[in-house]
């Protein structure tokens, strides 16, 4: 049960977009399309950005956005913004059990 | 609205047994569709799930926590609780209870603002 990858950080300006990529295998984010992302600010628990790949909740400014080829599944941030700088989990079921990644910083420069 | 709120121990010395419980308010944890669920965060790291319990019971842990682990509910409590049992320094992080969406899908929609626990003599 290897953690997903994702790269360490990203970076952008503000208004631009910018996209983490979380790559699994055929046994967890390959086969199952229940990818979730969370958002983590500094001392706060995660909060839900994305789930079932691209699925947006209620309240989650639609410039977040998911997708998924193969075993890679991705995040994008389109019109980043100030308030986007946080550190951002994607996550796989992998029939019962789950994978989170590694975690990835994005910073707003 | 649903929150979920850890309790327990800040403090545990090595080869004790770390216990938390998480209580839920503003819905009934009976109810089925959710998984009841654990994830820590080490110091500076990412997050790890630990497991997670259905209302029947039913329960599935990293395979990792397996031997040391158990995870239990309480529905007249509204409550669940973990014990992970040999605890070393490794197992010192801040530790998370979640609600996770179930039925053709997994994903974690509602979090507990965390706990710490250090492992420490």
């Known amino acids: 049960q290897s953690a997903l990858t994702q790269p360490r950080s990203v970076s952008g300006s503000p208004g631009q977009s910018v996209t983490i990529s979380c790559t699994g295998t055929s046994s967890d984010v390959g086969t199952y399309n229940y990818v979730s992302w969370y958002q983590q600010h500094p001392g706060k628990a995660p909060k839900l950005v994305i789930y079932d790949v691209n699925q947006r909740p209620s309240g989650v400014p639609d410039r977040f956005s998911g997708s998924k080829s193969g075993n890679t599944a991705s995040l994008t941030i389109s019109g980043l913004q100030a308030e986007d700088e946080a550190d951002y989990y994607c996550?796989?079921?992998?029939?019962?059990?789950?994978?989170f990644g590694g975690g990835t910083e994005v910073t707003v420069l | 609205q649903v929150q979920l709120q850890e309790s327990g121990p800040g403090l545990v010395k090595p080869s004790q047994t770390l216990s938390l419980t998480c209580t839920v308010s503003g819905g009934s944890i009976s109810g089925g569709g959710y998984y009841w669920s654990w994830v820590r965060q080490h110091p500076g790291k990412g997050l790890e799930w630990i497991g997670y319990i259905y209302h029947s019971g039913s329960t599935h842990y990293n395979s990792s926590l397996k031997s040391l682990l158990t995870i239990s509910i309480d529905t007249s409590e509204n409550q669940f609780s973990l014990k992970l049992n040999s605890v070393t320094a490794a197992d010192t992080a801040v530790y998370y209870c979640?609600?996770?969406?179930?039925?053709?899908?997994?994903?974690?929609?509602?979090w507990g603002r965390g706990t710490q626990v250090t492992v420490s003599s």
């Open positions: 996550c796989s079921y992998a029939g019962n059990f789950v994978i």
């Open positions: 979640a609600r996770a969406v179930s039925g053709a899908t997994l994903y974690f929609d509602l």
